[in-house]
């Protein structure tokens, strides 16, 4: 972190994984320089590691050329020098580590390693990537206080959504009785389809593939295992609970039918893809399944890609967050949130 004159301060990111949401962040820290600054934050991109390798430039990766070279498969090799992750680590010119590889809900890798190795270097991390948190979360906590730096999570249960966040922050000295969520926009969007346009479950999926809301792979989605695996995360961060997905019972949507749809709407009710932890007699219990509910559940209005999580505490009541747009963009938008929160002051950890 350098100090320019007396108004910004300039950053240095080094960004690991550049998939559409990689890409994402770095236009939108284009975008939004000019709001940064009002912020006294400048930022600069030093490093970037595709599954290729990485390349540096201790003065700024031109964003604008790299994602030119990168949408029309130029190699980027030839335009900057080649670097991989440990020499990146070794010149100690970064002061936050982007991690944005695909989850791995088995290892956590490599995602795991490149988060351990960064914050051991005593350099700040925020990450969108699911697999370390859940399998790890204690370790890479406690490294990122022996190190004096910051881990951010915000991203890995529900993007824009700041679920975590607000448990941390928001119900800071009350005890959480119980996490509630609808977590998966993927799946609340099918449903909400189903509901509106009276159609099949294998209908609804194949449009939410068609408009590149759900992968060609849904599985971790439709299946509950995306749900199952940001509630995991909630509970052990916010219950400091050890709880793994053995611990956690899992039912999807992919038995859902047309027939139950329209009956639950013709007595009012609805659909939704519920995970829910509580918290009763010393011990935590974990489930993620299909729950129909009234008009009554804060859930009921949770439509289309929207999610939505509930907090009940012993001080503080209910406290319930919903909305947040669920695209790359808003990803990145998360992860970003993530960095201008820790320069204001805000500890995760």
Same mark, same amino acid.
């Given at each position: 972190? +350098?100090?320019?004159?007396?108004?910004?301060?300039?950053?240095?990111?080094?960004?690991?994984?550049?998939?559409?949401?990689?890409?994402?962040?770095?236009?939108?820290?284009?975008?939004?320089?000019?709001?940064?600054?009002?912020?006294?934050?400048?930022?600069?991109? %030093?490093?970037? &590691?595709?599954?290729?390798?990485?390349?540096?430039?201790?003065?700024?990766?031109?964003?604008?050329?790299?994602?030119?070279?990168?949408?029309?498969?130029?190699?980027?090799?030839?335009?900057?020098?080649? &670097?991989?992750?440990?020499? &990146?680590?070794?010149?100690?010119?970064?002061?936050?580590?982007?991690?944005?590889?695909?989850?791995?809900?088995?290892?956590?890798?490599?995602?795991? %390693?490149?988060?351990?190795?960064?914050?051991?270097?005593?350099?700040?991390?925020? %990450?969108?990537?699911?697999?370390?948190?859940?399998?790890?979360?204690?370790?890479?906590?406690?490294?990122?206080?022996?190190?004096?730096?910051?881990?951010?999570?915000?991203?890995?249960?529900?993007?824009?959504?700041?679920?975590?966040?607000?448990?941390?922050?928001?119900?800071?000295?009350?005890?959480?009785? @119980?996490?509630?969520?609808?977590?998966?926009?993927?799946?609340?969007?099918?449903?909400?389809?189903?509901?509106?346009?009276?159609?099949?479950?294998?209908?609804?999926?194949?449009?939410?593939?068609?408009?590149?809301?759900?992968?060609?792979?849904?599985?971790?989605? =439709?299946?509950?295992?995306?749900?199952? +695996?940001?509630?995991?995360?909630?509970?052990?961060?916010?219950?400091?609970?050890?709880?793994?997905?053995?611990? =956690?019972?899992?039912?999807?949507?992919?038995? +859902?039918?047309?027939?139950?749809?329209?009956?639950?709407? @013709?007595?009012? &009710?609805?659909?939704?893809?519920?995970?829910?932890?509580?918290?009763?007699?010393?011990? +935590?219990?974990?489930? =993620?399944?299909?729950?129909?509910?009234?008009?009554?559940?804060?859930?009921?209005?949770?439509?289309?890609?929207?999610?939505?999580?509930?907090?009940?505490?012993?001080?503080?009541?209910?406290?319930?967050?919903?909305?947040?747009?669920?695209?790359?963009?808003?990803?990145?938008?998360?992860?970003?949130?993530?960095?201008?929160?820790?320069?204001?002051?805000?500890?995760?950890?």
């Amino acid at each position: 972190m +350098i100090l320019l004159g007396r108004d910004y301060i300039l950053i240095k990111l080094a960004i690991v994984g550049i998939g559409g949401v990689g890409r994402a962040f770095l236009k939108l820290l284009n975008d939004k320089k000019i709001s940064l600054k009002k912020e006294g934050l400048e930022f600069i991109v %030093t490093f970037i &590691m595709n599954s290729k390798g990485g390349v540096f430039n201790k003065d700024g990766i031109d964003i604008d050329d790299y994602l030119k070279l990168s949408k029309h498969c130029i190699d980027i090799d030839d335009y900057y020098e080649k &670097m991989d992750f440990n020499e &990146m680590l070794q010149r100690k010119n970064i002061d936050f580590l982007i991690e944005i590889t695909p989850t791995n809900k088995e290892t956590g890798e490599p995602g795991l %390693t490149y988060i351990r190795k960064a914050l051991e270097h005593g350099i700040n991390v925020v %990450t969108s990537n699911k697999g370390p948190i859940l399998l790890a979360y204690k370790t890479l906590r406690q490294i990122a206080r022996d190190n004096g730096v910051q881990l951010g999570i915000g991203c890995t249960t529900g993007g824009a959504l700041p679920a975590i966040n607000g448990g941390i922050i928001d119900l800071a000295g009350s005890d959480i009785l @119980s996490i509630e969520g609808v977590l998966n926009g993927t799946t609340n969007y099918i449903i909400n389809e189903m509901e509106k346009k009276d159609i099949t479950y294998e209908q609804a999926l194949l449009k939410a593939q068609k408009a590149g809301i759900a992968e060609t792979d849904s599985y971790l989605d =439709v299946e509950g295992w995306d749900t199952a +695996i940001k509630l995991l995360i909630l509970t052990n961060v916010l219950l400091g609970s050890d709880k793994t997905l053995d611990d =956690v019972s899992i039912k999807g949507i992919t038995h +859902i039918t047309s027939k139950d749809i329209q009956n639950a709407l @013709s007595k009012g &009710m609805k659909y939704k893809l519920i995970g829910k932890a509580l918290k009763e007699n010393n011990d +935590i219990t974990i489930d =993620v399944g299909l729950k129909r509910i009234g008009k009554d559940d804060p859930f009921f209005f949770v439509d289309g890609k929207n999610k939505a999580v509930r907090y009940q505490s012993d001080t503080l009541g209910d406290l319930v967050i919903m909305g947040g747009q669920s695209d790359v963009v808003a990803a990145a938008a998360s992860i970003l949130r993530d960095i201008v929160n820790v320069k204001r002051g805000y500890r995760f950890i």
